[in-house]
C-alpha cells in the first residue's frame, strides 16, 4: 500500500497535533506579538519535531532535509556566532562599528569586559530562540505532511484559521466595539477591522496565504460537497484582505491570485477542461467574494488608494527610509549588528527626524542585511533558490501551486512590510512550505537513502538538546529595550537619588548598550543637581547623542548643561540642533528666554528666514524683550537678505513698530515691505494697519473693505474687517461681514470664532442671552477653558449662577491641574451665590401665598428680566 494510505505513528499524529496548536495559538497571541508567545512557539515546535523523529523511526523512514532547511539552520548558528563574547581585537575585524561604542562609550564607564557583535544581545537570544523553533517546526512539517490526510489536515487548519480571524473581526464591527473583545484596546493602532492582529498589513499577509491555501484545497477536494467549506474559508479570508485596507496587502494578495491562474494555465494538458473548468469557477467565486468586499469598503479604500496616488507621496513613505538603512548595513558587513538589535542601533544612523520609534526597516532584504551582514544576503539567496526549486517540480498539484502563489505573494509584500518578523505569519508559511517540500512518494526507498537522515537516539537526543537551549535562551532574552527604559524613567521620574540612578543606568546600559534613551535619561538625573552636576550630565548626553545624532531632547539636555558650565555658545548651537531635529519648543520657547544678546541668537538660529521670524515672535511676544526683538530682526533681515521670507522679517517689524507706538518706524518698515512685494495681500493689509495705527480709522476701515470687495472668498480677511468694526462699535457691519462668508466656513475653528466675534458684537448691543447662545456653540464646537469661562460670565451677569458654575466646572476640566484653584474659588462662589437667590426666593413664597400659587402654574421660578 502506498505511503499516503498507511497508517500513521501515533507520535506523527502527535506531531501533527501540536503543529495545529502552534497554527492557531500564534494568531491568538495578537498575531505573535505577545511577549508570552514565545514560550509556547519554542515548546510545541520542539515537541513537534521530537515526535516526527519517533513517528519516522517507528514507521522505518529516514527524515528528509530540503534545501529550504539549511538558511533556517544556518541563521540559527548565526545567531549563537553574534552573542559569543569576543576580545577588542577581534571585535575591531568582525564588527568595527562594535568595537567603536566599546571603546567611545561603554570603557570609560568602567564595563570593559569581552563584548560580543550583537549590540542588543537580549533581543539576539530572543531571535535564537525563534529561529530555532522555527527550524524545527519545518523539519516536523517537512515529516508529518508525507500523509496525504495530515498534510491536508494541517493546511485546513492554516485555511480556517484564517476565516475565523475574519469573523472575529466581523464580529466586532456589527458590535461597534473597538476594543479587542470589548476588554482589550490597541494603545498605539486603529485597525481598520479589529482582530487579533493590531497591524493591518500583518492581517492581510496572514489572511492572503490563508486564502491561498483555501483555494488550492477548494480546487482539490472531491466530492464537490465537500470542498464549499473551504471556498467558503477563502473567500472570508479574501474579504479579510480587503476589509484589512492594506494597500500593499490587497495589492499582492491579488498578485498572489492571479499567479495561481498563470501557473494553472501553463499546466494545463489536453483533455483536462474540466479540471480547468473547476479551477476557473472557484477563482471566479474569490474574485466575486472580493468585488462584493470592495464594494461594501469602497470609500475607504479609495482614501488609501489616493493616499498613495502619485510618486512624491511614494517617496515620502516608508522607501524613504530605505537609503538611511543601507548605510546601516554597510556599516556592519561581516556579521551584522545583531539579529533583533535593528531597534536600538539604527537611531545612529537615521539623518532624518522621525516621531515614530523604527523597529524594523520593513524590507526582508535590508532586515537580512542589517541584522546579519553579508551571510545574511546569502541565506536569503539560498532560501529564494530553494523557493524557486519548489517552483519548477513537475509534479505539483493544484492545491501545492495554490500555496506556492501564497507565500510568493507574502514574500514580495514583505519587501515593503514585515509580518515575516511575527510568528503568525512566519509559522503559517513555513508550514505550508512543508507541506510542499515533503518527500514525493514515488521513489520514496531510493530518495530516503540519497537525501534522508536515519532518526537515531543521538538525533533524536540532539532535537530535545536544541529545544532545550531555545526554552534556555528566553532567560536571558527576558530582558528587554522597553522594560529597561521604562524602569530608569520611572526612577528618574519619582527623583530617586542620583547614585541609585546612575547605578542602575550602568546595569541596564551594560545590557542594552547601543539604546540611547538610556544614556539620555541618567544625563537627566545628573542634570537635576544644576551645574554641580552638569559634567556627568555632558558626559551621558555625548553618549546618547553618538548613538542618536538627531535626538532633539538630548541636544536640549545638553544646552541646558552648557550654559550651566557657562558655554553659552555651544549651548545655544544645542539648542540650534534640538530645533533643527523637531523640538520646537527647545528653540522657540526655553532658548528663548535664556538668550541674552543678538550674538547668542544668532548662534541658535537655523538656515531659514521662516525660523527667524517666529524667533521674532516669540522674543516680541515676551515681555521686556521687543527691544532686543527689534534688534535680532535688523540682523535677520540682513544675514537673510536676498532669501525668500525676508519680507516676512520686515512686516514683523513693522507691526512691532505699530505695537510700540513708533509710527514713522512702522511706515519705513512698511515701505520696505511695498516696495519688495507690492501686489500682496497681506501687504495691502499692513498699510491699512498702519493708516489704523496713526488714528485714521475710517481711511483704514475703507482699505479694508476694498480689500473684501477684491477677495470675497477671503474668510481671514472678513475676521479682520469684523473685528476692526467691532473696535469701532459697528457691531451691525461687523455681523454683516460675519455672514457673508458663513456660508464659505466649513472649519470647526472658524465657525467657533465667527460666533465668539458674534457674541462679542451682541454683547456690546446688550443682547445678553442671545451672546450667552453663541459663546455655548462656540464652546461645544471647540472646547477649551477659556470658551466656557466666557459663557460662564456672561450667565453670571444674567445671575443664572446654578448655569455659570456648570460653565466654570466644564472648562475646569480642561485647564491643567495646576492652575485650577482661581476656577474652583469662582465656582464655589457661583453655588454660593445661587443658594443665597433660592433661598431668598423660598422665603418670599413663603411670606406671599399668592405669588407661590401664580409660580406652580407658571411652572416653577422665574428668573427675573435683564435685557430690556
Not at 254 to 273: D, I, K, N
Not at 595 to 606: F, N, Q, R
Not at 652 to 663: G, Q, T, V
Not at 698 to 715: I, K, M, Q, T
Amino acid at each position: 500500500m502506498a505511503p499516503s494510505h498507511r497508517s500513521c505513528s501515533r507520535y506523527t499524529r502527535l506531531a501533527e497535533v501540536a503543529l495545529a496548536t502552534l497554527v492557531v495559538v500564534c494568531p491568538l497571541a495578537l498575531g505573535g506579538a505577545a511577549r508570552w508567545v514565545a514560550w509556547p512557539l519554542m515548546g510545541l515546535a520542539g515537541a513537534a519535531a521530537l515526535l516526527a523523529g519517533i513517528g519516522a523511526r517507528r514507521q522505518g523512514q529516514s527524515l528528509r532535509v530540503p534545501l529550504l532547511a539549511v538558511p533556517l539552520a544556518a541563521s540559527v548558528v548565526l545567531c549563537a556566532v553574534q552573542l559569543v563574547p569576543l576580545p577588542e581585537g577581534v571585535l575591531r575585524v568582525l564588527s568595527p562599528e562594535a568595537a567603536a561604542l566599546r571603546e567611545f562609550a561603554l570603557e570609560p564607564l568602567g564595563l570593559t569586559g569581552a563584548r560580543p557583535v550583537s549590540l542588543d544581545s537580549s533581543a539576539t537570544w530572543r531571535e535564537l530562540s525563534k529561529h530555532l523553533a522555527y527550524l524545527m517546526t519545518f523539519l516536523a512539517a517537512v515529516q508529518v505532511c508525507r500523509a496525504r490526510d495530515s498534510r491536508r489536515r494541517l493546511l485546513a487548519v492554516v485555511a480556517f484559521s484564517g476565516a475565523a480571524v475574519v469573523v472575529v473581526g466581523l464580529g466586532h464591527a456589527l458590535l461597534g466595539m473597538h476594543s479587542l473583545f470589548g476588554m482589550m484596546p490597541w494603545v498605539h493602532a486603529r485597525p481598520p477591522l479589529m482582530t487579533f492582529f493590531a497591524n493591518p498589513n500583518h492581517l492581510a499577509g496572514f489572511l492572503g496565504l490563508a486564502a491561498s491555501v483555501g483555494v488550492g484545497l477548494a480546487l482539490t477536494t472531491r466530492p464537490r460537497s465537500k470542498a464549499l467549506p473551504f471556498a467558503l474559508a477563502a473567500g472570508a479570508s479574501g474579504l479579510g484582505v480587503l476589509l484589512s485596507l492594506s494597500r500593499g496587502g490587497i495589492a499582492f494578495f491579488l498578485f498572489g491570485q492571479a499567479l495561481l491562474m498563470l501557473w494553472l494555465v501553463r499546466q494545463r494538458r489536453e483533455g483536462g477542461a474540466p479540471r480547468w473548468a473547476r479551477s476557473t469557477a472557484a477563482l471566479l467565486g474569490l474574485l466575486a467574494v472580493l468585488a462584493v468586499g470592495a464594494y461594501v469598503a469602497a470609500d475607504s479604500l479609495w482614501a488609501e488608494a489616493r493616499s498613495a496616488n502619485s510618486i512624491e507621496k511614494l517617496s515620502q513613505s516608508k522607501v524613504a527610509l530605505w537609503p538611511m538603512m543601507a548605510q546601516a548595513a554597510r556599516a556592519f558587513p561581516v556579521l551584522g549588528m545583531g539579529r533583533g538589535a535593528f531597534e536600538a542601533v539604527f537611531p545612529r544612523y537615521q539623518s532624518e527626524p522621525n516621531p515614530n520609534t523604527l523597529t524594523h526597516p520593513e524590507n526582508a532584504v535590508l532586515q537580512a542585511a542589517t541584522e546579519l551582514g553579508l551571510p545574511g544576503l546569502l541565506l536569503l539567496a539560498v532560501a529564494l533558490w530553494g523557493f524557486v526549486r519548489l517552483v519548477r517540480r513537475e509534479d505539483l498539484d493544484a492545491l501545492e501551486l495554490a500555496v506556492l502563489s501564497g507565500v510568493a505573494a507574502l514574500g514580495l509584500h514583505n519587501l515593503f512590510d514585515f509580518s515575516w518578523e511575527l510568528p503568525a505569519c512566519a509559522v503559517a508559511t513555513l508550514l505550508v512550505l512543508g507541506a510542499v517540500a515533503r518527500p514525493r512518494e514515488r521513489g520514496r526507498a531510493t530518495e530516503g537513502a540519497r537525501q534522508g537522515l536515519t532518526p537515531s537516539p543521538v538525533l533524536l537526543g540532539a532535537s530535545v538538546a536544541l529545544t532545550a537551549l531555545g526554552l534556555l535562551a528566553l532567560v536571558p532574552g527576558a530582558h528587554r529595550l522597553a522594560d529597561a527604559e521604562a524602569e530608569l524613567a520611572a526612577l528618574v521620574s519619582a527623583r530617586a537619588p542620583v547614585d541609585v540612578v546612575h547605578a542602575k543606568g550602568l546595569e541596564l546600559i551594560d545590557r542594552h548598550p547601543s539604546d540611547y534613551l538610556l544614556y539620555r535619561l541618567v544625563a537627566s538625573a545628573h542634570a537635576s543637581r544644576g551645574g554641580e552636576g552638569a559634567g556627568d550630565t555632558l558626559a551621558f548626553v555625548n553618549r546618547a547623542l553618538y548613538l542618536a545624532p538627531r535626538d532633539a531632547v538630548s541636544h536640549r539636555v545638553a544646552g541646558r548643561a552648557l550654559l550651566a558650565l557657562g558655554r553659552r555658545s555651544q549651548g545655544f548651537l544645542e539648542y540650534r540642533l534640538a530645533g533643527e531635529a523637531g523640538d520646537a519648543g527647545a528653540l522657540l520657547g526655553e532658548a528663548v528666554r535664556r538668550a541674552h544678546s543678538v550674538e547668542e541668537l544668532a548662534t541658535m538660529t537655523p538656515d531659514s528666514p521662516e525660523v527667524a521670524g517666529r524667533l521674532m515672535d516669540a522674543l516680541s511676544n515676551t515681555p521686556g524683550r521687543q527691544e532686543l526683538a527689534l534688534v535680532y530682526g535688523a540682523w535677520a533681515r540682513e544675514h537673510f537678505e536676498g532669501r525668500h521670507g525676508v519680507t516676512e522679517l520686515w512686516t514683523r517689524e513693522a507691526r512691532l513698530r505699530l505695537l510700540r507706538k513708533e509710527l514713522l518706524e512702522a511706515e519705513a518698515a512698511c515701505a520696505q515691505v511695498e516696495r519688495r512685494e507690492p501686489e500682496r495681500l497681506d501687504t495691502a493689509l499692513l498699510r491699512a494697519e498702519v493708516l489704523k495705527g496713526r488714528g485714521e480709522l475710517d481711511a483704514s476701515l475703507g482699505a479694508v473693505e476694498a480689500l473684501r470687495a477684491r477677495h470675497p472668498g477671503n474668510v481671514e480677511l472678513a475676521f479682520t474687517l469684523a473685528s476692526w468694526q467691532l473696535e469701532a462699535g459697528l457691531t451691525r457691519r461687523a455681523r454683516e461681514t460675519l455672514q457673508s462668508v458663513g456660508g464659505l466656513i466649513s472649519d470647526y475653528r472658524q465657525r467657533a470664532r465667527m460666533l465668539s466675534m458674534e457674541a462679542d458684537g451682541l454683547e456690546r448691543e446688550g443682547l445678553l442671552s442671545r451672546a450667552v447662545e453663541r459663546r455655548q456653540t462656540a464652546a461645544r464646537l471647540v472646547p477649551s477653558a477659556e470658551g466656557y469661562f466666557a459663557v460662564a460670565r456672561l450667565q453670571e451677569s444674567l445671575r443664572r449662577y446654578d448655569a455659570a458654575a456648570r460653565s466654570v466646572r466644564e472648562g475646569l476640566g480642561l485647564l491643567p491641574p495646576d492652575s485650577r484653584e482661581a476656577a474652583r474659588a469662582w465656582m464655589t462662589r457661583l453655588e454660593s451665590a445661587e443658594r443665597t437667590r433660592v433661598d431668598t426666593r423660598r422665603k418670599e413664597l413663603m411670606d406671599d401665598p399668592r405669588a407661590q400659587e401664580l409660580e406652580h402654574l407658571l411652572g416653577g421660578p422665574r428668573e427675573p428680566p435683564v435685557e430690556p
